[in-house]
């Protein structure tokens, strides 16, 4: 048993990345009932990112992934907000500690998860990856139109203000596309899948949007509708700002959009692609400390 769930009753969490993501995370994790942020780490001490977390109250480190291996008591829980390239090696350096690893970059190194999905799936995992924030938006309802109905071509038009999109996530744009594609091939059984990243420059900020394009057989506005508002109050129990701004069915084709704005928390409203990721994250991460609380700190087998 970890030191700091005997101090807290809650299990250990420690984020390792504090730039746009990372931040807004560490946030949320501070008002969680099963979670103990414990740590921010990143490489330099002058990042304005680790600055703001310190004002938080929360103990920070510089060394990256050595701070969090050389930790007296090791993190029953890490969420990686670094990079795709780097989680490879954060994951294999991290196994021996038994933490859970959380990771919020299109790595495709871990299981791919979405909560509403197959949010179960992080009790036999120990590395989740969260996909992107395009999946997370897109995935609950394009797998719920997909049990419905025979689909033949997806297309997932994501736009996120450039001022939401941190410079880790511009590093993965290549690795953005890819996963998102891969996701929704994955929880669809779709082959043929678009996946499409604006970053936009617009003032004011535009909010986070999500356009899908599904081309199907027999899809009927009544079916789509219902598929889409169920998936959507799934959602909506962790990501309040998600919402259908459109669904039109029309001769084999079906267009939703969507729109996510931010809880407000260290982020702007318009800010809901580092919203809806996070909150996946968090809530997977919970749905663990429910069933592992008894026994944190365990290794996993």
Not at 35 to 51: E, M, W
Not at 286 to 295: D, G, I
């Amino acid at each position: 048993m970890s030191t700091a769930r005997k101090r807290s009753g809650r299990l250990s969490a420690a984020v390792l990345g504090a730039g746009l993501i990372g931040v807004d995370l560490a946030a949320k994790i501070m008002r969680s009932r099963s979670l103990d942020c414990r740590l921010v780490v990143a490489r330099d001490d002058d990042t304005p990112g680790l600055r703001h977390a310190a004002r938080l109250g929360l103990p920070t480190a510089t060394g990256g992934l050595q701070s969090l291996v050389d930790a007296t008591d090791p993190f029953d829980v890490v969420f990686d907000a670094t990079s795709a390239v780097s989680h490879a090696e954060h994951a294999e350096r991290l196994k021996p500690f038994g933490t859970m690893l959380v990771d919020l970059t299109p790595s495709k190194v871990g299981r791919m998860v979405v909560p509403t999905v197959n949010g179960a799936d992080v009790l036999e995992h120990g590395d989740i990856n969260m996909i992107s924030c395009g999946g997370q938006a897109s995935i609950p309802i394009l797998h719920a139109i997909a049990r419905r109905h025979r689909i033949d071509y997806v297309e997932v038009v994501a736009t996120a203000a450039s001022l939401s999109v941190g410079r880790s996530t511009r590093l993965n744009l290549d690795e953005y596309i890819e996963t998102t594609q891969d996701a929704v091939r994955e929880f669809t059984g779709v082959k043929d899948v678009k996946a499409i990243l604006n970053v936009s420059p617009a003032k004011p900020p535009a909010t986070f949007r999500v356009a899908m394009s599904v081309l199907g057989q027999e899809l009927t506005a009544e079916s789509v509708r219902a598929a889409v508002t169920t998936a959507t109050e799934s959602v909506r129990a962790f990501a309040g700002g998600f919402q259908v701004t459109a669904c039109v069915v029309d001769d084999g084709k079906a267009l939703i959009a969507i729109e996510v704005t931010s809880s407000g928390d260290r982020i702007p409203r318009y800010a809901g692609n580092l919203d809806i990721i996070n909150s996946a994250a968090l809530h997977v991460a919970e749905l663990y400390a429910a069933a592992h609380l008894p026994t944190a700190g365990a290794v996993m087998s």
